[in-house]
């Protein structure tokens, strides 16, 4: 799906094979995606295609495991007193654990589709999210002091430091960070529509924005291990 030529909105139906990333990863997935729909037209069996978005912390704790990338991004204001900015920002998604799971029982417990084949759904989140406009403000609101900087320069800053994962874990992304800070610019990713999954879910039709406060509280708990 990420694959797909052209897509900015990715829609919650099953795509062509070739739509997936060329590897294994992907392609696994879009594999079983096609064998479920197979299996709910050509037996009594009931199924249906949930794929999952970027999963953050939950939103009463805040816990977000603090070895990922984007956690790992924020203990760098530490370590660098900087974070990235991309001069052309970068949209990203986000949604909480426990929304993740409370979807997930909404769409696993709706009764059995009256059309042939397994409904695809979305558990993304509805709206996206600025990395520069609505993240790091959040984060300095929070009260974490960084500066703003191009992504090559918190780069070179982050190829600088003792590159020891024991007193500076950030550098186990190394090769991660490069590859998505190659240049001062970065790609977004598309849009995953969420429209059947909200009709459907609740949950997901009622979750909050991933900013102000919850993210308060991913800090908080990231902190903690600080």
């Not at 696994?28 to 729909?37: A, G, N, P, R, W």
């Not at 979807?103 to 999210?129: E, N, R, Y």
């Not at 609101?141 to 024991?166: H, M, N, Y």
Request: glycine share 6%.
């Amino acid at each position: 799906m990420m694959d797909t030529p052209g897509a900015e909105t990715i829609p919650e139906t099953l795509p062509e094979y070739e739509d997936a990333m060329p590897m294994g990863y992907a392609q696994s997935k879009l594999v079983t995606e096609k064998m479920c729909d197979i299996a709910a037209r050509t037996t009594t069996l009931s199924a249906r295609v949930l794929r999952i978005g970027q999963v953050s912390g939950d939103t009463r704790f805040g816990i977000w495991n603090a070895t990922e990338a984007i956690p790992l991004t924020v203990r760098s204001a530490k370590t660098l007193g900087a974070l990235p900015a991309p001069v052309n920002d970068e949209i990203v998604s986000w949604i909480p654990a426990d929304v993740v799971a409370g979807t997930i029982i909404d769409l696993s417990c709706l009764p059995p589709a009256t059309q042939k084949g397994a409904p695809v759904f979305h558990v993304s989140h509805p709206k996206l999210l600025s990395w520069n406009n609505d993240f790091l403000p959040a984060l300095r609101a929070a009260g974490l002091e960084f500066e703003s900087v191009k992504p090559t320069e918190w780069i070179g800053r982050l190829k600088a430091i003792p590159q020891d994962a024991s007193i500076n874990p950030e550098v186990k992304l190394l090769e991660f960070f490069e590859g998505k800070y190659a240049s001062d610019e970065v790609s977004s990713a598309p849009y995953f529509e969420t429209v059947k999954a909200c009709a459907a879910s609740a949950t997901l039709r009622g979750v909050e924005d991933v900013k102000g406060d919850l993210v308060g509280r991913y800090l908080e708990f990231w902190r903690e291990g600080w």
